[in-house]
């Protein structure tokens, strides 16, 4: 069998396609390409001091805000391990809550990042200026410093950078980083005891003013009543009884100071004889009895003549 040239030509132009196929499939895969930009880490932003047993020799604690250079300064004193407030914008003649310090200063001491990514344009964060710079002294003078720069868009995390690393950039829980920014507005005082509220004076209902007052009114109302009834102008259906005028004339007598009764007033003759309770009152128009009914003689003795 003969092939022409043209055949020739194909078959060895699939062989080399074919070896060169073979060669590159036995070669190993490259490996991709790694992004320069993420290096994902979590974990504590200053490791050396992250342990609470490795805290005691942190004696100073500093939180400033870099816009209005407000800040709050704690320190330690060695020799009684007490913390006090010493610098603060809202400065206080208040003793210093040892537990909030110490908690406070732990919180920054142990503070975790989220993750960890690099970046050489630290201006996209904020942490070309910072806003907040929060540094921690142990007793040898080493600073440990925190700066942080803007809030994430879309999660409530903030962005920060460690001492004078400005390559890596870590992400840190917001709430943890607002609280110890607050300390610039509240430093850990001991909470000043509020004062008992002052005592408001009750008005006596029983004072002595208000009895005098009750008492001219009752005697008013007796009076009227007493004038009433001599006058026979008493409303339908009043009645008075030996017994009630008795107990007034009596109470009367003994609370109230002599008093010179209304011209208007007819005093009751003491041979009166009182109505009985059912008894009905004599209307005003009822005729009295005339004082000529008995005439007398003008003279008892005729006169004699002269």
Request: net charge negative.
């Amino acid at each position: 069998m003969r092939f022409d040239r043209g055949t020739l030509i194909l078959l060895v132009v699939s062989l080399i396609v074919i070896g060169a196929v073979l060669l590159l499939s036995s070669q190993p895969a490259a490996a991709p390409a790694q992004t320069a930009t993420t290096t994902p880490s979590v974990g504590p932003i200053f490791p050396d001091i992250a342990d609470v047993n490795n805290q005691g020799k942190i004696v100073r604690f500093e939180v400033v805000d870099n816009t209005t250079t407000f800040k709050v300064v704690m320190t330690k004193d060695a020799t009684t391990n007490v913390w006090a407030v010493v610098e603060a914008t809202n400065i206080q003649t208040l003793p210093t809550d040892q537990v909030k310090a110490v908690g406070t200063m732990s919180v920054l001491a142990s503070l975790t990042a989220l993750d960890r990514f690099e970046t050489d344009k630290p201006a996209d964060f904020g942490l070309d200026a910072p806003k907040y710079t929060l540094t921690l002294t142990d007793s040898d003078g080493k600073t440990y410093v925190l700066k942080i720069g803007n809030q994430a868009a879309a999660n409530p995390r903030y962005y920060g950078q460690v001492n004078e690393d400005v390559r890596n950039v870590y992400i840190l829980q917001k709430d943890l980083v607002d609280n110890l920014i607050n300390q610039i507005t509240v430093p850990p005082y001991v909470a000043s005891p509020t004062p008992p509220p002052s005592p408001t004076r009750t008005p006596n209902p029983f004072s002595e003013v208000e009895q005098t007052a009750t008492a001219q009114v009752i005697q008013q109302q007796f009076f009227a009543t007493l004038t009433a009834t001599a006058a026979g102008t008493l409303p339908p259906g009043a009645e008075a009884t030996a017994e009630a005028t008795g107990e007034a004339t009596a109470e009367s007598t003994a609370a109230v100071a002599p008093t010179s009764v209304p011209a208007s007033a007819t005093p009751v003759p003491a041979s009166a004889t009182l109505v009985p309770a059912s008894a009905t009152p004599v209307p005003p128009s009822a005729t009295p009895v005339p004082a000529s009914a008995t005439p007398v003689p003008a003279s008892a003795t005729p006169t004699r003549s002269s």
